[in-house]
Every structure is written in C-alpha cells, then in structure tokens.
C-alpha cells in the first residue's frame, strides 16, 4: 500500500453526501482564491523589484524575474485547480437538483397510483351511464312540470285579445268625440274583467 493511501485511509471514513462535497468544494475554492491574489502581489513585488535594480544590478534583477517567473507558474497552476474545483461543483449541484426533481416525480406518480388503485374503470363507465340516464329523467320531467296548464285555447285567447283592442279603439274614438263629457262606462268591462282572470289563471 503507497504511501498517499495509507495517508487518506487514516482516520474515521466520513460518509460522502452531496451537500458536504458541494460545502467542501467551496471552502477550496475560496482557499485557493486567497492564494490567488498572494500571488498576483508578490508578482508585482518582483515586478517593482527588477525594475528598481535595473541596470544598476542586474544580477538582482535577473533574480527578482526569475522569481516572478516561478510566481506566475503558479499562477496559472492554482487558475487551472480552481477552473477544474469551479467545473466539479456546478456538476455536483446540478446531480443533486436532477435527483431531487426525479425524488419529486417519484413521489407524485406513487401518489397517483395510490390515489387510483381502488378504482375500476368499469365501475366509473357504469357509474357515468347512470349518471346521464337520471340526467334525461330530470329533464323529462322538469319539461312536464314546466308545461302543465299550457293546454288553454290560444286561438280563443287571441279572440278575446282582439275584441279587447276593438273595445279601447272604440273608447278613444268616443273621448275624442266627448271631449269634456265623464267618460262612459262600457258593457265590455265584464269582457275586461273576465279576461284578466282568465290571464292570471292561465299564468
């Protein structure tokens, strides 16, 4: 056994969970962007270094690039890390929101069959059937309800109607004749009177 796995292999194994993974993920991350701006200062330290010594010191300027060299190695070294811890993440949460969304729908279609497992579907035809046959017998009947009394004579309503017009033609010709005089009192008062109860009968 090398070396490196006797070194992770130490200790109490800690059970993997995608939100301790994600947790563990970010606190790398911001360790290493720390680490980041260390170096893009120092790397600017030796920068200001080389320049200060110039021609006046080479040797100490060729030193200061060489480190600032090596600086920038690491640089772009931590960069890739943090690319590849960045990438690992987002694939973490995007499983675990993919394996909440099939947990949900899961749950939903196990509800659904539970929910339909005690019902036949010849029994709801049948229970339809019924349904729309009590339909057709309450409307019969509301219809033979609603039409009770409606065998009056309508041909003799429309007689009586007409006389009563021919009657209060004849009652203007005369007030316009007698204007001034008391309006007089027709026999066909009875007919009026007999009329409307025949209507409020009827209705």
């Known amino acids: 056994m090398s ?8 200790g109490k194994k800690e059970e ?9 993920l970010k606190e790398t991350e911001k ?3 720390k680490k980041q701006e260390f170096l893009e200062q120092k790397i600017q330290q030796e920068l200001q270094m080389a320049k200060k010594h110039g021609t006046k010191n ?3 300027a060729l ?5 600032k060299k090596r600086l920038e190695q690491q640089l772009a070294q931590t960069d890739g890390t943090l690319s590849t ?10 499983a675990t929101t993919n394996t909440e969304v099939l947990r949900a729908m899961e749950f939903a279609a196990q509800s659904m069959k539970k929910a339909y497992q005690d019902i036949d579907i010849d029994k709801v035809n049948e229970l339809m059937t019924d349904i729309t046959g009590q339909q057709e017998v309450a409307q019969q009947i509301s219809d033979v309800m609603s039409g009770f009394g409606d065998d009056v004579d309508e041909d003799e309503l429309l007689e009586e ?4 017009e021919q009657e209060e ?14 309006p007089v009192k027709l026999p066909a008062d009875e007919d009026k009177e007999a009329l409307k109860q025949l209507t409020e009968w009827v209705s």
């Open 31 to 33: 360790t290493l962007i």
């Open 16 to 24: 993997p969970t995608p939100e301790k993974a994600i947790q563990k």
């Open 58 to 60: 080479k040797r100490a």
């Open 161 to 164: 109607l007409e006389e009563l």
């Open 63 to 67: 030193q200061a690039f060489q480190r």
């Open 169 to 182: 033609l004849s009652q203007e010709l005369l007030n316009v004749g007698n204007e001034g005089e008391p």
């Open 3 to 10: 070396g490196l796995s006797r070194l992770f292999r130490k």
């Open 85 to 94: 811890l960045e990438f690992q993440r987002e694939a973490v949460e995007n």
